[in-house]
């Protein structure tokens, strides 16, 4: 059997299955252990999830990034869904379109495309700048981004998690031409992407209208994490705040999506 027939078939085979009534999605601890990138990524696939009403669990544990079966970015979180896993928002979202669920149905086919390449606009600039902040900000490094991500082991195997993670984000920042750039260029960036999703916003409830799109999951789960996790450099949640109609939208979400449905999943 070729490898496209074997794929094709996998995918009729999830495409035929029903969503179950309980899927588990597992993420690192969030009150001592979880970092900022990895936290808007959670985040943005709850929000996913939470918006096209399916049942899921949340699995707090301490090895989530070590469940994972790859990925580009963070490798978090992870979704268990019967015999099938897969991590981060594309991968995720990919999966669940399989099973012909989508919440950009309404859409036209340019409002599609034009929502694949924000996506991806999102997920680049975004995630490269919480993770320069987290682990190049010296000051964000040292007073926080050690101390987490270290908190579950043991000495001395706290420190080299901590170097095997370092090295593994500065070469993904090396990559994406992100790590050898001045704070202030990294922040040039995010206003950048940020003064181009207000415009696209504009005083809309959604960023295409009044329904929700995997766009607005993902945009959702940077924001919201970067306005609530304390760093000592906040100058990534100072950039955003000048958009008032992101963090409307930010307030939005969390009201008609989480905070009536009794909290966060």
């Excluded at 490269?128 to 987490?148: C, F, G, M």
């Excluded at 993902?218 to 304390?230: D, E, K, N, Q």
Aim: proline share 4%; hydrophobic share 40%.
């Amino acid at each position: 059997m070729s490898a496209i027939t074997s794929e094709y078939l996998k995918n009729e085979t999830i495409a035929s299955q029903p969503w179950p009534q309980r899927a588990h999605l597992y993420q690192p601890y969030e009150e001592q252990q979880i970092l900022l990138a990895e936290n808007a990524s959670c985040l943005a696939v709850r929000t996913y999830l939470t918006m096209l009403n399916l049942p899921f669990k949340v699995e707090l544990r301490a090895n989530a990034e070590f469940m994972s079966p790859g990925g580009k970015r963070t490798r978090l979180p992870v979704l268990r869904v019967e015999n099938y896993t897969y991590a981060e928002f594309e991968h995720i979202l990919n999966f669940v379109e399989l099973k012909g669920l989508s919440l950009t149905k309404n859409l036209n086919t340019e409002q599609k495309d034009d929502m694949r390449a924000h996506l991806c606009l999102v997920e680049q600039i975004f995630t490269n700048a919480e993770q320069y902040i987290s682990w190049v900000d010296p000051e964000v490094l040292q007073k926080v981004t050690r101390q987490r991500n270290g908190s579950v082991y043991p000495f001395p195997l706290n420190h080299i998690q901590n170097w095997r993670k370092q090295m593994t984000v500065r070469r993904q920042l090396g990559v994406a031409d992100f790590l050898n750039i001045t704070l202030d260029e990294v922040v040039e960036k995010v206003e950048k992407l940020c003064t181009s999703l207000s415009m696209q916003l504009g005083d809309k409830k959604y960023f295409y209208g009044n329904e929700p799109t995997e766009l607005d999951a993902l945009v959702f789960g940077h924001l919201f994490s970067i306005f609530t996790m304390t760093l000592p450099n906040n100058v990534l949640a100072v950039t955003i705040n000048q958009f008032k109609n992101l963090t409307k939208f930010c307030k939005n979400i969390e009201e008609e999506h989480f905070k009536k449905a009794a909290g966060v999943r």
